[in-house]
């Protein structure tokens, strides 16, 4: 199973969302396919957040 990046969606890490942009959808001033996580550099058990399908407020916590 691939990712499909049928629904809008983005990421709230370190207070900045990074998304992709679609039409009629929030603008993202940082798009998510130009940023990897490990960039971060993430410590142990730290979270940043992933929403998706805005429609539906589905929001995960990512560890």
Do not use: C
């Not at 679609?22 to 396919?33: L, V």
């Not at 996580?37 to 993430?42: G, I, K, T």
Request: proline fraction near 2%.
């Amino acid at each position: 199973m691939g990712w499909e990046d049928i629904h809008l969606h983005y990421f709230t890490i370190h207070g900045q969302q990074y998304g992709v942009s679609k039409p009629g959808g929030i603008d993202f001033n940082t798009n998510a396919n130009l940023v990897k996580l490990s960039q971060f550099r993430f410590q142990k058990k730290e979270k940043f957040l992933y929403e998706q399908d805005l429609r539906k407020d589905t929001i995960y916590s990512v560890y």
